[in-house]
């Protein structure tokens, strides 16, 4: 048995020491002589030294294909660690594993290895630092070589009849990432390894064969400096090698090797079987209850000041019930959800008064009033600023002609239209008219716009009267619109603010012979909505819905239904994360419009110069921009 504190790695196998060798040899031939003159006994030797191949006291165990490898398994443990299982049809395997460069050899010298699993295996796709293993059968028994690359550290142990072998990835030292282990790859590679294993005990070497695990258990001891206490049902034996290991995770090898766990108190560490703890934790549980169940019980009146005693009783029981009375209460078996409560203990609430009562043990009331401390605090409020921006900008231009010939001569008259000459006909054979005839459209082309600027010229004719007029027009307009709406709310608390007006409109219901008219309302509303969540780190989440209307206009629907009103609609739902006290842009809209128009008469208006009176021409340009701020504000509340 070698115990080694290695403080540097080495990769080579340990020197063996004089004495140990003499020691070995002495105990081999005791074995022999004793082999001689009595039948073999198998028992547990001394501590062997492995590497130095001392002859065990059994000498079935020398004679190589007394057991045979039944199944060779090889899997991906934790932090990318490859672990190779042997399992063998029987007990007595002596495994001896080395290291020798980037390859594990493990030699089984009395062991055999079936020819079905005399093959090699292509492991590189488990992601670990083996990436291939050699399986075969020598003239000294069974072999198998681990190929493996990168950085790696190799332990082995022996459980029952299975051998295992992990291979697990060593962070890059110093030089080696020097040199150029820069890869994204290698980095998170090392970091994950360097993050699953949290041991800091000082690295040892254990090569063991078949040696009681109670002495690996006080080697530890010695080590570490603490005090081990090994229950009377820790027995049995274990073989193990680990090389440059913390003695934390040596300790925790032997134990998951033997079903074992470990309880520490200070520097007193107990071992026993995993069931054994179990049962004594177990133990002690109900023991506890049991102390519970004959308690005294007390009782509390616990007021709550901000939040709300039936909410608060039900996030404490699962039991909680409510009655028309104002209050409610909670009861029921130890079999059934008890939340804080006790198997006997019960939560009542009255909503007059706002307040909790507890009936229970007092370690359980002392732990209801220190969480209803924690839960019962003011809520944080949040102040919500929107603007919302509307800009319009217009401009326009017309410019035209509008001129005719009108007159009558015996039996002609001429004028803009046929109705016109119709009218002034009906006007001249009416007996009852007073002053003269007027034609009603005495104009041949009019396409100027009216409203703006004109200059008219009228010449008077024995029997044709000539009018003509040139009319110019130019618009320029500009707008802007601010609504502000301003809302207060609490935390996780949704708020709405509305204001604006109801339109009514008249509507008919029915057939033709029965319709009824009735009159609707639609609501043209600038409204606010929105839930404030403020996070841990003081920003705030705003879920929110804002909507601006505004009358455009009003549509004729018919004879006798009135105008159903025209609804310009702007409206915006987000979510969206703010710092407290900023003010953010939650959406836009950019419109822009730019058209052009000419009508004239055909031919006419093509003429030069004398075109322009057959023409007319308009240019109109809109912009429109629609902006909306949010400003949230917190204010913080403290407790009285």
Known sequence: ???????????????????????????GLLSASAAAGAPAVRGHAPALLATAQV???????????????????FKRGDGGAGKLILRFDGDGANPDLRTQG???VVNIGNASLPAALQRPLNVADFATPVQRIDARQGGEGAQLVLSAQGNFESMAYQTGRDYVVEIVPRAATAPDRAVGASSPDAVASSAQASATRAYSGRPVTFNFQDVPVRTVLQLIAEESNLNIVASDTVQGNVTLRLINVPWDQALDIVLQARSLDKRRSGNVVWVAPQSEI???????????????????????????????AEDIAKLLTDESKTSQGGGGGSAGGAGQSRGFLSSRGSLSFDRRTNTLLAI????????????????????????????????????????????GVYGNKDRVITSGSIASNQGYWSDVNDPDLEGLPTFVNPLNFSNAVTGGGSLALTILGNYVN?????????????????????????????????????????????????????????????????????????????????????????????????????????????????????TVSIGGVYEFRDRSELSKVPFLGDLPIIGNLFKNRGRSKEKAELLIFVTPKVMRVQQR
């Open 1 to 27: 048995m070698t115990v080694t504190n290695v403080r540097n790695p080495q990769p080579t196998r340990q020197a063996i020491p004089v004495q140990a060798l003499a020691l070995g040899l002495f105990a």
């Open 55 to 73: 002859a065990s006291a059994d000498p079935a165990k020398q004679v190589p294909g007394v057991v045979s490898v039944s199944a060779v398994d």
């Open 102 to 104: 980037s390859s594990i």
């Open 278 to 308: 179990a049962k004594f934790e177990q133990d002690k549980e109900n023991a506890r209850l049991a102390l519970e169940e004959r308690a005294e019980m007390v009782t509390e009146y616990i007021p709550i000041s901000y939040g709300n």
């Open 360 to 403: 229970d043990i007092p370690q359980r009331v002392a732990e209801i009033k220190r969480l209803v401390a924690a839960l019962d605090k003011p809520v944080d409020q949040v102040v919500i600023e929107a603007r919302i921006v509307i800009a319009n900008e217009s401009f326009a231009r017309d410019l035209g002609a509008r001129f």
């Open 466 to 582: 000539w009018d003509m007029e040139i009319s110019a027009l130019q618009e320029e307009g500009r707008g802007e619109v601010v609504s502000n709406p301003r809302i207060v709310t609490s935390n996780q608390k949704e708020a709405i603010i509305r204001q604006g007006q109801e339109v009514g409109y008249l509507t008919v219901t029915g057939g033709q012979s029965n319709s009824i008219p009735t009159v609707e309302f639609k609501d043209v509303l600038l409204e606010l909505k929105v839930t404030p969540t403020i996070t841990n780190d003081g920003r705030v989440f705003l879920n929110m819905a804002l909507k601006k209307d505004e009358i455009e206009g009003f549509v004729s629907v018919g004879s006798g239904l009135g105008q159903v009103p025209q609804i310009n609609k702007r409206e915006i739902t987000t979510a969206v994360l703010v710092e407290d006290g900023q």
